[in-house]
Every structure is written in structure tokens, then in C-alpha cells.
């Protein structure tokens, strides 16, 4: 079946840092991937999604870029603001048999120091 | 405006009793879902609804029910068969078609602990 592995957090930056947060999935057809964000006592927004190769999703100073070759669309930000801090989450929507239901990773959380 | 409301944020039940949560949304969506989120943890799939009067078993629907009897109303009810029901519950929804991206929508959630 369809799955996401994000890497393990805490991931702890200073404010202006490079960030990237991996993400590896496994999945049959051609899937949609998408990244979310959770803030403290929220639910989930909608980052930035990407649906097929090669195409790069972006957002608030995020990317990610759908690599099918590596299976992989990891999370990047240049420069990180203490109000990035968050938890974030990668998944994908498995295709048209999925009927969109998402598989989601476990989430990775995210701290920006001052 | 258009989006997703749960309520309430905040829901203390005594062991042993059903409760009912409730998701409204008025971004005339097809397909509701409601997700179990527990710490460190990814959201798991529940319940989801492609149409009106139809809904699907998720990943872990044992000791839950829902009922989708108008467009924009999905509501869960976790009963007292569920073993270890404290935890943050997600509704969310998507337009439901069957081809392209269906991108899903999240409400704020609620927080349910069992006293």
C-alpha cells in the first residue's frame, strides 16, 4: 500500500537558517503530494503541493520538488522565521483509485529560535 | 466566508459514553473525512464520504460511526467501544472528483479527552 516516511524530528534552527525536511514515499500509479502545516492547538493548512514530475510546488518561501526517480519530495525554506515553527506534514493522494484519501507521514516538528 | 467549522474545540466525556462531534462546511464539497490525530503521531483515516447518504471505513473505524445525510454535515460519534478515544479529531473535505487533484481542506479540530 501507499506510504510517507518524513525524517524524524525535533528539528531545532536559528532564525534566518536553511531548512529541509526529507520526504520519501512509496506508492502504485502516479500520485499528487502534498505538505501541510499545523500550528500549536490548530488544524492543518494546506503549504504547497505538487502533482507530477518534476513540478515544483511553492509557498510563503517553501518548495518542494516532485522527484519520481527518487521517489522523494523534500520540504525546503531558505530562511526560517521563528513563526515557521510548527509541525509539518507530507502526504500523498495515491491517484484516481484513492478516490482522495490521503497517507499521511508522521510529521515532523519544527522549532525557530530568535 | 467558506471553510470548515468543528465543534466544540473542547470535549470532556465521561468512560463509558458516547459522544458526538460535529463538521459543518460550506465549500459545497463532495467528500468529508475525519481523521484521529494522537502525539507524534500522522492523522489516521476514520470515515470518509465521497457522496451524500454513502461513507466509507477507514484505517481505524472500530468504535466509531458517522452519518452523512446532508452535503454539508458529517458528523462522528465515538462510542463506548472505542478503547483509548482521547485524542485530537480532524474533519476535513475535499470537491471530490474522481480525477486530477482533490486537494483537502482541514477545520480546526477538536480535542476530546475521556475522563
Known amino acids: 500500500g501507499d506510504s510517507v516516511t518524513q525524517m524524524e524530528g525535533p528539528v531545532t534552527l536559528s532564525e534566518e537558517a536553511f531548512l529541509t525536511i526529507n520526504c520519501t514515499y512509496t506508492a502504485t500509479g502516479y500520485p499528487s503530494l502534498f505538505w501541510y502545516v499545523q500550528y500549536p492547538g490548530e488544524g492543518l493548512q494546506l503549504l504547497l503541493k505538487a502533482t507530477k514530475a518534476d513540478d515544483k510546488g511553492s509557498n510563503k518561501g517553501f518548495e518542494a520538488t516532485y522527484r519520481k526517480e527518487t521517489t522523494s519530495f523534500h520540504l525546503e525554506k531558505g530562511s526560517v522565521q521563528v513563526s515557521d515553527s510548527a509541525v509539518y506534514f507530507c502526504?500523498?493522494?495515491?491517484?484516481?483509485?484513492?478516490?482522495?484519501?490521503?497517507?499521511f507521514g508522521q510529521g515532523t516538528i519544527l522549532t525557530v529560535h530568535p | 466566508d467558506g471553510g470548515i467549522t468543528q465543534s466544540p474545540k473542547y470535549l470532556f466525556r465521561k468512560e463509558g459514553q458516547n459522544v458526538t462531534l460535529s463538521c459543518e462546511q460550506n465549500l459545497n464539497h463532495d467528500a468529508m473525512y475525519w481523521y484521529r490525530q494522537d502525539p507524534g503521531q500522522g492523522l489516521r483515516l476514520i470515515y470518509y464520504s465521497q457522496i451524500v447518504n454513502d461513507f466509507q471505513k477507514g484505517d481505524i473505524a472500530e468504535g466509531y460511526s458517522v452519518s452523512r445525510e446532508k452535503k454539508e454535515s458529517f458528523p462522528l460519534t465515538v462510542t463506548s467501544a472505542q478503547k483509548n478515544p482521547t485524542a485530537f479529531y480532524l474533519c476535513?473535505?475535499?470537491?471530490?472528483?474522481?480525477?486530477?487533484?482533490?486537494?483537502?481542506?482541514f477545520g480546526p479540530g477538536t480535542r476530546l479527552t475521556v475522563l
Open positions: 476535513a473535505s475535499s470537491r471530490g472528483s474522481s480525477g486530477g487533484v482533490d486537494t483537502q481542506y
Open positions: 502526504a500523498l493522494n495515491g491517484g484516481r483509485s484513492s478516490y482522495g484519501k490521503l497517507t
